[in-house]
């Protein structure tokens, strides 16, 4: 599939949307399958989490990307990356997931004493979950669709910047599709507090030129979620929760604006030269 059908499509916006096509169709056809017969129950979490479709989606477009010209993702952080910023970035990437995860306040004045750390009754699915979430979604928004854009930009003044915005916004869009289980207010929520994520995603995968970390922060980040409630789908905010939302939502965008300008530019900008991008 690969090979015969993907890897002809020429045009920029054509390739992300098949790859959107082929992410939606291989992480949701297992919840189509009824399973008549006894298999081994490992086998049954595998599928209904979308794990294995992950899998599958990673290779089709691992392929796929080869062929459009792209090169494989680094998995060891560039060697232009500062350590004291990569220790920025390992902190607040703990700081975020232990405000998503284990955070139980309701106002203002519990922010930073409320807090809830014990486990849901059933979390094997839901941390399957999360860490399909992690290399799937960021192989298709970290590896193959920022990578698409930051081609599309590459004669454009501020390529970086339009990059990881753009990458931010369709990885915002991507959530809509969580109406399906979820309220409006819910998915509205969960739209814009992973569009601002998405431009973190963007920004920390494009400094450290390793993708093993995108992928460890957005699974750390969901599976912090999912031992605590026990799912990854979101109840109706409140309005403290919005309020959060928008609060974290600013703290995201400085963050990411703070790793693709200054110095930090430089250092992307060498990683996009080694990867002729």
């Known amino acids: 599939m690969a090979k015969l059908a993907l890897s002809k499509i020429k045009s920029t916006w054509g390739r992300i949307f098949i790859a959107f096509i082929m992410f939606s169709l291989l992480l949701s056809a297992p919840d189509t399958f009824t399973y008549t017969k006894k298999i081994a129950d490992w086998l049954i979490i595998l599928n209904t989490s979308g794990f294995s479709g992950g899998i599958i989606f990673v ?53 930073l004493t409320s807090w809830n750390f014990h486990l849901a009754k059933s979390i094997t699915i839901p ?36 990059s990881v915005l753009s990458d931010g916004l369709i990885f915002g869009l991507l959530h809509s599709t969580n109406l399906v289980a979820q309220s409006a207010s819910a998915t509205l929520q969960q739209m814009l507090g992973a569009c601002c994520a998405g431009f973190v995603f963007a920004a920390i995968y494009l400094y450290s030129d390793s993708i093993l970390i995108s992928m460890g922060y957005h699974a750390l980040y969901d599976t912090a979620m999912a031992i605590t409630a026990g799912s990854l789908t979101m109840t109706s ?14 703290i995201d965008i400085i963050f990411a604006y703070f790793l693709i300008s200054g110095s930090r530019k430089d250092t992307i900008e060498y990683n996009l030269r080694c990867r002729k991008l």
């Open 59 to 111: 290779i089709i477009m691992l392929i796929a990307m080869h062929d459009w010209g792209f090169q494989l993702p680094n998995w060891r952080i560039s060697k232009r990356a500062s350590k004291a910023i990569i220790g920025i970035i390992l902190l607040f990437i703990i700081v975020k997931c232990l405000f998503n995860g284990f955070n139980a306040s309701e106002s203002w004045t519990s922010i």
């Open 127 to 162: 941390i399957f979950d999360s860490i399909k979430a992690g290399f799937a979604e960021e192989w298709l928004m970290r590896f193959c669709v920022l990578n698409l854009l930051l081609r599309y930009f590459k004669n454009y003044h501020n390529q970086i910047l339009w």
């Open 237 to 250: 905010p409140s309005a403290f929760d919005w309020q959060e939302t928008i609060l974290l939502a600013f």
